[in-house]
Protein backbone atom coordinates (compact mmCIF):
# COMPACT_ATOMS: atom_id res chain seq x y z
CA UNK A 1 0.00 0.00 0.00
CA UNK A 2 0.99 3.59 -0.55
CA UNK A 3 0.14 6.84 1.30
CA UNK A 4 0.60 9.82 -0.59
CA UNK A 5 0.72 13.79 0.32
CA UNK A 6 1.13 16.41 -1.78
CA UNK A 7 2.71 19.75 -0.37
CA UNK A 8 3.79 23.13 -2.64
CA UNK A 9 0.99 24.52 -3.34
CA UNK A 10 -0.11 28.37 -3.21
CA UNK A 11 -0.95 31.63 -5.14
CA UNK A 12 1.38 32.75 -7.95
CA UNK A 13 1.48 35.55 -10.40
CA UNK A 14 1.38 34.23 -14.49
CA UNK A 15 5.10 33.33 -15.61
CA UNK A 16 6.18 32.45 -11.97
CA UNK A 17 6.73 28.68 -10.96
CA UNK A 18 6.13 26.45 -8.17
CA UNK A 19 7.55 23.05 -7.47
CA UNK A 20 4.97 20.30 -5.75
CA UNK A 21 6.14 17.74 -3.59
CA UNK A 22 4.53 14.17 -3.30
CA UNK A 23 5.97 12.22 -0.14
CA UNK A 24 4.64 8.50 -0.32
CA UNK A 25 4.76 6.24 2.78
CA UNK A 26 4.81 1.99 1.41
CA UNK A 27 7.76 -0.23 0.06
CA UNK A 28 6.49 -0.14 -3.33
CA UNK A 29 6.88 3.31 -4.05
CA UNK A 30 9.97 2.78 -6.18
CA UNK A 31 8.65 -0.17 -8.35
CA UNK A 32 5.31 2.10 -9.55
CA UNK A 33 4.87 4.55 -12.18
CA UNK A 34 3.61 7.84 -10.76
CA UNK A 35 1.27 10.51 -12.01
CA UNK A 36 0.21 14.42 -11.76
CA UNK A 37 -3.54 15.15 -11.95
CA UNK A 38 -5.22 18.66 -11.75
CA UNK A 39 -9.17 19.08 -11.51
CA UNK A 40 -10.25 22.49 -11.93
CA UNK A 41 -13.38 23.77 -10.76
CA UNK A 42 -16.41 22.63 -12.87
CA UNK A 43 -14.12 20.66 -14.81
CA UNK A 44 -12.75 16.91 -15.23
CA UNK A 45 -9.74 15.97 -13.68
CA UNK A 46 -6.55 16.38 -15.98
CA UNK A 47 -3.62 13.96 -16.89
CA UNK A 48 -0.79 16.24 -16.18
CA UNK A 49 2.10 14.08 -16.69
CA UNK A 50 3.73 10.57 -15.42
CA UNK A 51 6.72 8.95 -14.83
CA UNK A 52 8.18 5.58 -14.92
CA UNK A 53 9.35 3.79 -11.95
CA UNK A 54 12.74 4.45 -12.86
CA UNK A 55 12.73 7.94 -13.80
CA UNK A 56 14.16 7.72 -17.21
CA UNK A 57 10.98 8.40 -19.14
CA UNK A 58 8.34 11.08 -18.62
CA UNK A 59 5.40 12.19 -20.43
CA UNK A 60 3.12 15.47 -20.45
CA UNK A 61 -0.11 16.25 -22.23
CA UNK A 62 0.35 18.75 -24.48
CA UNK A 63 -0.78 21.87 -23.01
CA UNK A 64 2.26 21.82 -19.89
CA UNK A 65 5.15 20.08 -22.35
CA UNK A 66 7.86 22.55 -22.34
CA UNK A 67 6.81 23.98 -19.08
CA UNK A 68 6.13 21.09 -16.76
CA UNK A 69 9.16 18.91 -15.36
CA UNK A 70 8.21 15.71 -13.45
CA UNK A 71 11.49 14.04 -11.71
CA UNK A 72 11.62 11.37 -8.69
CA UNK A 73 13.92 10.55 -5.79
CA UNK A 74 12.99 6.79 -5.00
CA UNK A 75 15.46 7.23 -1.99
CA UNK A 76 13.52 10.04 -0.44
CA UNK A 77 10.26 8.45 -1.98
CA UNK A 78 9.10 11.54 -3.08
CA UNK A 79 8.27 12.65 -6.93
CA UNK A 80 8.24 16.68 -7.91
CA UNK A 81 6.24 18.57 -10.17
CA UNK A 82 8.05 21.31 -11.33
CA UNK A 83 5.59 24.01 -12.54
CA UNK A 84 7.21 27.17 -14.86
CA UNK A 85 5.77 29.76 -16.74
CA UNK A 86 2.19 29.62 -15.48
CA UNK A 87 -0.92 30.82 -16.47
CA UNK A 88 -4.19 30.89 -15.03
CA UNK A 89 -5.16 28.10 -16.78
CA UNK A 90 -3.20 26.07 -14.63
CA UNK A 91 -5.01 27.28 -11.66
CA UNK A 92 -6.72 23.72 -10.21
CA UNK A 93 -5.92 20.87 -7.30
CA UNK A 94 -3.38 18.92 -7.88
CA UNK A 95 -3.03 15.53 -6.98
CA UNK A 96 -0.67 12.71 -7.52
CA UNK A 97 -1.61 9.35 -8.08
CA UNK A 98 0.48 5.69 -7.75
CA UNK A 99 -0.18 4.07 -10.69
CA UNK A 100 -1.28 -0.28 -10.65
CA UNK A 101 -0.12 -2.75 -13.27
CA UNK A 102 -0.38 -1.73 -16.53
CA UNK A 103 1.13 -0.90 -19.38
CA UNK A 104 2.63 2.57 -19.66
CA UNK A 105 0.64 3.27 -22.53
CA UNK A 106 -2.15 3.80 -20.20
CA UNK A 107 -0.36 6.31 -17.81
CA UNK A 108 -2.62 9.01 -19.11
CA UNK A 109 -6.02 6.98 -17.74
CA UNK A 110 -6.68 7.94 -13.85
CA UNK A 111 -8.81 5.12 -13.92
CA UNK A 112 -5.43 2.92 -13.34
CA UNK A 113 -4.67 4.76 -10.60
CA UNK A 114 -4.76 3.08 -6.87
CA UNK A 115 -3.49 5.42 -4.63
CA UNK A 116 -4.31 9.56 -4.51
CA UNK A 117 -3.36 11.79 -2.59
CA UNK A 118 -5.28 14.65 -0.94
CA UNK A 119 -4.06 17.29 -3.64
CA UNK A 120 -2.95 20.97 -2.89
CA UNK A 121 -4.42 24.07 -4.53
CA UNK A 122 -2.57 26.10 -7.14
CA UNK A 123 -4.08 29.95 -7.85
CA UNK A 124 -2.34 31.28 -10.82
CA UNK A 125 -3.91 34.90 -11.23
CA UNK A 126 -3.36 36.87 -14.66
Known sequence: QVQLVESGGGL?????SLRLSCAASGRTFSSV??????QAPGKE???VGAITWSGRSTY???????????????ANSTVYLQMNSLKPE??????CAAKGDGPWAS?????GYIYWGQGTQVIVSS
Open 12 to 16: VQAGG
Open 45 to 47: REF
Open 60 to 74: YTDSVKGRFSISRVN
Open 33 to 38: VMGWFR
Open 107 to 111: STDYR
Open 90 to 95: DTAVYY
